[in-house]
């Protein structure tokens, strides 16, 4: 089942998953709570993947109504973190994904 977001109709950005390198602080939960105050984003999931000697992998979840990429990216940058990809993106609306043949 899709969930869609008040407004989810008009194109904007609705989820947002990124990988990101960072150094290790801040921590997590300051990307959380920075990224959940832009304007648009309702939450925000962050999951520590992998510790190097002087960087840790993440990924950033972000959902709303209206995601601005270059916010959210100017927020990492400004913590010390650098995107290495957009993983998956959705706008208008959440689609699920299918399984197909070639999964």
């Not at 950005?13 to 939960?29: C, N």
């Not at 990307?31 to 950033?60: F, H, M, P, R, W």
Request: contains cysteine; proline residues 3%; charged residues 25%.
């Amino acid at each position: 089942m899709s969930r869609v977001f008040e407004g989810g109709n008009d194109g904007n950005i609705v989820q947002l998953v990124l990988d990101v390198m960072k150094p290790h602080k801040p921590g997590i939960i300051e990307y959380a709570k920075k990224l959940n105050t832009l304007k648009g984003t309702s939450g925000v999931n962050c999951t520590l993947y992998e510790v190097d000697q002087d960087t840790e992998t993440i990924k950033i979840t972000l959902e709303g109504w209206k995601i601005d990429f270059d916010a959210v990216r100017a927020v990492i940058e400004g913590l010390g973190g650098s995107i290495h990809s957009v993983d998956s993106v959705s706008a208008g609306r959440i689609v699920e994904e299918v399984e197909t043949p070639q999964d």
